[in-house]
Each structure stands twice: as structure tokens, then as C-alpha cells.
């Protein structure tokens, strides 16, 4: 069974207990606003252009066996509707101006990976992560992967959005050892707004996976304007109280560090006039979360 990535991440000490090694799964079902990884939401690879470092030498048009890129007054461009994703053109840039982003990989592949870093985990009580994008948008291969961890007693972290058909939790939920859960708006349309889909499916796979006993550590971006006033904290901080695991909460303070990527891809950044909530306001959060009986952390 293959399946599509787009980066593997060693000795990360973010993505759950211990040194991980995270593997980012293409495609997700979401858009948010504030998304780090832009390149992550096609489930397919793609050649990404970055007109700055492009030196139009012409190399990428000429090689292009659909005819795809034309020179327009934003450089060589591809149209996305013949673009195939062969990566031809990222092959022959020069100038590294073409970045071809994902690339097609089977099981064994990943596992190869995944045990050059046993050592690490078993000294540490890390393991693998697997996140995205949205792992769960390619359920066969990550359950694929997740059961031959378990077999290696390998510990699992899968990074979620939730949204997902309630038959891919029931197929991975045995061989995951931890979720991180986020949750980003408790009202339906403006989290409908902000991300492209409602919460109703998320919140439900929530509800059924604390109602499994799964451990779920929730993951709340705080967004400033969007998610940290007091109606949202309120619904939030009784929904999760309501949850029979009572979950624990990591805040994640919103920082602008992926305004880089987006104007490196061309890509327009929605985000461009917040900035990032102060250490004051980020206890205040968390200080208020906890009222309600959660256990609750600031920061990633
Ligand atoms: S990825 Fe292939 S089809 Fe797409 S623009 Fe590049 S060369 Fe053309
Ligand atoms: S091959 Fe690279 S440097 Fe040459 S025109 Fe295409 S994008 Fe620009």
C-alpha cells in the first residue's frame, strides 16, 4: 500500500511523549486561516514556484511535457488545471526556484524510516507521529502503518483535525497510543468560516473517542479575534468538561511564523494583521479552561 507525504521530521520533541520521529501525511479536508503547512492541503504532489529565486532561464517551460508553464508577468507559471505533478520542471530548475512538494511512498518504506529511530524512542519513551496536513485523509496506508508499529511495540501519536468518516477512527483508534486532538471553534459557521467545514463531525469523533477510553491530549490554536474571547472559551471549556476522559488542554499560541512560507509560495496569507497574544492573556486563557476542572498547558 503507498501513500503520499511531504516531510519526515526526526528528534522532534513537540509531537507528543519523548524524541519523535513525525511523519506529515499529504492532504487535509480543512483550510484554516492560520495554517503552517499551506503545502500539506492537496493530497497530491505538486510543484511549488517561487518567483524570487527564479532566474528565467526558460529550462522549466521547455521541458514541461504537458505544456503547462507559460512566462507571465509573475514569472513562469504553471496552469494547475494541465499541470500532471510529474515534477520534471522541479528537476531540471537550476536555481531550485521549482520545489516539488510530496512524493509517493509505501508501508515498508516508512517503517525503514520509523526503525532507524527505535533507539532513540526506547531511551526517551518517544515513538512515531504522524500529522500533516491531515493523516487520517489517507486512512488504509496510516492504519496500514500504525498496525505494524504496534506489532514492533512501536508507541503511536496521531495528530488529528478530527474531521474524518467516524469508520477511519474505528479502524485506527487500536493501534494509536495517543491523539492530539485540535480544537479550534466551538460555534459551527464561524468555525465554518475560518477553516472551510462545520465542527459538528469533529466534535462528535471527539466525543466518541473519549467515550473509548482513547487518551486525547486537545490542542486549542489560539487564534487573537478569532477563538480566545469568552463566548468560545465557555462553550469550549464545558464541552471538554463534559467529555468522560476530562482531557488534558495545550494552548498553542498563534505566531506568524508561516507568513514567510506563504509569500515564498505565492500563496495570500489571511492572517497578515494579527499578531500573537501576550504570555498575560495566554495564562488568562488558561486560567479561565481550568475553572472548569481541566488540566490545561500553554505552548507546543
Ligand atoms: S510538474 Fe510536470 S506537468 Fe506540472 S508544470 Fe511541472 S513539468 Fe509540467
Ligand atoms: S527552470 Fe527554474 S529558474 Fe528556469 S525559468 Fe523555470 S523556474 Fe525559473
Given at each position: ?219 486549542i490554536?489560539v487564534?487573537p479575534?478569532?477563538n480566545d474571547n469568552e463566548e468560545n472559551m465557555e462553550?469550549t471549556g ?11 488542554v495545550?494552548l498553542?499560541p ?22 500573537p497574544s501576550s504570555g498575560e492573556r495566554m495564562k488568562e486563557l488558561s486560567d479561565r479552561l481550568a475553572q472548569f476542572?481541566l488540566?490545561v498547558s500553554t505552548?507546543?
Amino acid at each position: 500500500m503507498t501513500g503520499v507525504i511531504f516531510d519526515i521530521k526526526r528528534y522532534s520533541i513537540h509531537d507528543g511523549p519523548g524524541i519523535r520521529t513525525t511523519i506529515f501525511l499529504k492532504g487535509c479536508p480543512l483550510s484554516c486561516w492560520w495554517c503552517h503547512n499551506p503545502e500539506s492541503q492537496s493530497a497530491f504532489s505538486e510543484v511549488i514556484y517561487r518567483p524570487d529565486r527564479c532566474i528565467g532561464c526558460g529550462a522549466c517551460e521547455a521541458v514541461c511535457p504537458v505544456g503547462a508553464i507559460a512566462l507571465t508577468q509573475r514569472g513562469y507559471v504553471a496552469d494547475p488545471d494541465r499541470c500532471t505533478g510529474c515534477g520534471e520542471c522541479a528537476r531540471v530548475c537550476p536555481a531550485e526556484a521549482r520545489e516539488m512538494i510530496g512524493r509517493v511512498v509505501n508501508v515498508e518504506d516508512i517503517l525503514k524510516e520509523i526503525e532507524k529511530d527505535v533507539l532513540f524512542f526506547d531511551e526517551s519513551g518517544g515513538g512515531v507521529t504522524f500529522s500533516g496536513g491531515e493523516p487520517l485523509s489517507q486512512p488504509g496506508f496510516l492504519g496500514e502503518i500504525l498496525k505494524a508499529c504496534r506489532e514492533r511495540d512501536i508507541h503511536t501519536v496521531v495528530d488529528t483535525c478530527g474531521f474524518a468518516p467516524r469508520e477511519a477512527f474505528e479502524k485506527i483508534e487500536p493501534f494509536v497510543r495517543l491523539f492530539l486532538f485540535d480544537l479550534k471553534i466551538m460555534d459551527p459557521e464561524i468555525h465554518r468560516n475560518f477553516t472551510s467545514v462545520s465542527n459538528e463531525l469533529i466534535l462528535s469523533n471527539l466525543q466518541w473517542l473519549s467515550d473509548q477510553g482513547a487518551k486525547v491530549i486537545i490542542r486549542i490554536p489560539v487564534i487573537p479575534g478569532v477563538n480566545d474571547n469568552e463566548e468560545n472559551m465557555e462553550a469550549t471549556g464545558k464541552f471538554l468538561a463534559g467529555l468522560p476522559s476530562r482531557p488534558e488542554v495545550n494552548l498553542l499560541p498563534y505566531h506568524a511564523s508561516a507568513r514567510e512560507k506563504y509569500r515564498r509560495f505565492g500563496i495570500p496569507y489571511r492572517m497578515a494583521d494579527i499578531s500573537p497574544s501576550s504570555g498575560e492573556r495566554m495564562k488568562e486563557l488558561s486560567d479561565r479552561l481550568a475553572q472548569f476542572g481541566l488540566a490545561v498547558s500553554t505552548g507546543g
